[in-house]
């Protein structure tokens, strides 16, 4: 007769055990890890935008400050892009200076009329093979993790800036669906680019 083997109670409760110290032990371990990909993933993507805004108004200096219809202009990468053009009182006050990327089309150039439209077309005209992002958030939470950025505008007195989201740093609700996170950069991870200065700062929250 065969006589049947397995484990005894105490053995499982045993091994349960050690499943679970290895469970609290290494857990947190793990998820910091993976908040320290996302934050590398941010300041990569931010300090890469900075250096295309940077190199745009470089451009734009080495040939001569170039003008279109009034605006200031310069062809960076194959794209024409449209850039900060103040007036002489703004340039004076020191609230805009001149040649930082706006738009991709021949219209206001002006920071205070910055839209996310504009903003997603800046992204996309000078960083090379961006992450996919959206203007949108209704594309946002119906296809999930397909768009790495959420592009938004946020504005602080008469200052406007665009405000670039990581996505898979945002809430979800019970359904699973990403919430809209609005325009607050002290939520989630996120960089803000002022087209007035030409400042790129990282939000790593």
């Known amino acids: 007769m065969n006589k049947n083997s397995g484990f005894s109670l105490i053995e499982l409760v045993i091994v349960v055990v050690v499943l679970g110290i290895l469970a609290v032990t290494a857990l947190p371990r793990f998820l910091d ?12 993507v931010a300090g ?3 250096t ?5 108004r470089a451009q734009w200096e080495a040939i001569g400050r170039s003008k279109e219809a009034g605006k200031n202009v310069v062809s960076y990468d194959g794209s024409k892009l449209y ?5 002489s009182a703004e340039v004076s006050a020191g609230t805009v ?5 706006v738009t991709n089309q021949n219209e206001d150039v002006a920071p205070g009329s910055l839209t996310a439209v504009k903003c997603e077309s800046v992204w996309r005209s000078i960083l090379q ?5 959206s203007s949108s958030f209704g594309d946002v939470r119906t296809q999930g993790d397909f768009f790495k950025y959420y592009v938004t505008t946020t504005s602080s007195g008469t200052e406007t800036s665009c405000l670039f989201y990581l996505v898979n740093s945002l809430n979800k609700d019970t359904d699973g669906l990403y919430v809209d996170p609005g325009s607050d950069t002290t939520q989630f991870k996120n960089f803000t680019y002022k087209p007035a200065t030409g400042q790129v700062s990282a939000n790593i929250n």
């Not at 295309?52 to 745009?56: M, P």
């Open 83 to 87: 850039l900060t053009t103040p007036t």
């Open 52 to 56: 295309g805004v940077s190199l745009t």
């Open 48 to 50: 890469g935008f900075a």
């Open 33 to 44: 890890v993976t908040e320290e990909a996302k934050n590398a993933s941010l300041e990569g």
């Open 129 to 133: 093979n961006p992450p996919r992002i």
């Open 97 to 101: 200076s001149p040649g930082y990327p």
